[in-house]
């Protein structure tokens, strides 16, 4: 059972920063991508980014430039670094892991930015 825990949200003002964590509960190389994605209330979830088992990352387009994903193998933990935070990044932030077939979803950690 591959469990994914999602840490470092919280509440912030507009401009500030947080780094988010998802600690894996094995290798990161035995899944082929890794995500971040987000859900505001009423809203759909959506993709932020991603990051590859060779380190290869994508991100929406209007997530660039503020939003970093990397990962620290030896510790089996994939990042999201947000800058320049804004009061419509507010939502829940989920950590996703794809081992294809099958996709994996941690229980996601708390983003408030404030005005």
């Known amino acids: 059972q591959v469990q994914l825990v999602e840490s470092g949200g919280g509440l912030v003002q507009a401009g500030g920063s947080l780094r988010l964590s998802c600690a894996a509960s094995r290798s990161l190389f035995s899944f082929n991508v890794i995500g971040w994605y987000r859900q505001a209330p009423g809203k759909q979830r959506e993709p932020i980014a991603t990051i590859t088992s060779g380190g290869r990352t994508t991100y929406i387009d209007s997530m660039k430039g503020r939003f970093t994903i990397s990962r620290d193998n030896a510790n089996n933990t994939v990042y999201l670094q947000m800058n320049s935070l804004k009061p419509e990044d507010t939502a829940r932030y989920y950590c996703?892991?794809?081992?294809?077939?099958?996709?994996?979803w941690g229980e996601g950690t708390q983003v408030t930015v404030s005005s």
């Open positions: 996703n892991a794809r081992a294809n077939p099958t996709s994996y």
